[in-house]
């Protein structure tokens, strides 16, 4: 149980264009689902918190209009990075807990190249 | 300010031994402790819990120790196998936030 699936798993993409990530928990309802970023060789850094059916909350420093969750509903948060730019190459990877748990299982990564 | 300190950036064990890696935190406010596994290119996989009221908790190879009046916690892993090799994250959560703040990593390998 407590499966995250993360899609997909890699993605290229021009500089200037959007690029969609989704996150699904298979087997369990997710009121919270976390996003992280992780650069080569560092630790996870959250960028948001999102809640089925509310806005999301982020993290200092993070754009939140060019980084776009969705949490439509208790399996799906989407992020969308807007515009993506070179510097937004990174390993993006999201989380997603069970109700009254606090453990929370993670999806495998998408790994963003922007060229 | 890192919240969550993995002072040991690498770790190298003979297979059967013991694997010991270290976590310090300074937030008062965690409550609760997590040890994920990471592969490159990979989500990290949950391994062990543990909560604030406890100062030890076991899962078949895995133990987790906490301290809360030196704020350390450690994972032990016996015995090490070479299939234990991956990045060892430690993380802290604060009662009521469900946000996990994670440390920096342990590199652990495991020499056959």
């Known amino acids: 149980g407590a499966v995250v699936s993360q899609h997909p798993s890699r993605v290229i993409c021009k500089s200037g264009t959007s690029v969609k990530i989704e996150c699904r928990s298979l087997d369990f309802q997710a009121t919270t689902m976390f996003w992280y970023r992780q650069f080569p060789k560092q630790s996870l850094m959250l960028m948001a918190t999102?809640?089925?059916?509310?806005?999301?909350?982020?993290e200092q420093g993070v754009e939140k209009d060019k980084f776009l969750i969705n949490h439509a509903s208790l399996t799906l948060s989407t992020l969308t990075v807007t515009s993506a730019h070179p510097e937004d190459s990174s390993f993006y990877i999201c989380?997603?807990?069970?109700?009254?748990?606090?453990?929370?299982?993670f999806g495998q990564g998408t790994r963003l190249t922007v060229v | 300010d890192q919240q969550v300190k993995q002072n040991s950036p690498s770790l190298s064990v003979q297979e059967g031994r013991i694997s010991i890696l270290n976590c310090d935190y300074t937030?008062?406010?965690?409550?609760?402790f997590l040890w994920y596994k990471k592969y490159p290119a990979e989500g990290p996989t949950f391994l062990i819990s543990i909560s604030s009221i406890k100062d030890k908790n076991e899962d078949g190879r895995f133990t987790v120790f906490l301290n809360k009046s030196a704020k350390h916690l450690s994972l032990h892993i016996v015995p090490s196998q070479p299939g234990d090799s991956a990045v060892y994250f430690c993380?802290?959560?604060?009662?009521?936030?469900?946000?996990?703040?994670f440390g920096t990593g342990t590199r652990l390998k495991v020499l056959a």
């Open positions: 993380a802290a959560s604060a009662s009521g936030t469900y946000k996990y703040i």
């Open positions: 937030n008062s406010m965690f409550d609760y």
């Open positions: 989380s997603a807990r069970p109700q009254h748990t606090r453990e929370a299982f």
């Open positions: 999102s809640n089925e059916g509310s806005k999301a909350t982020y």
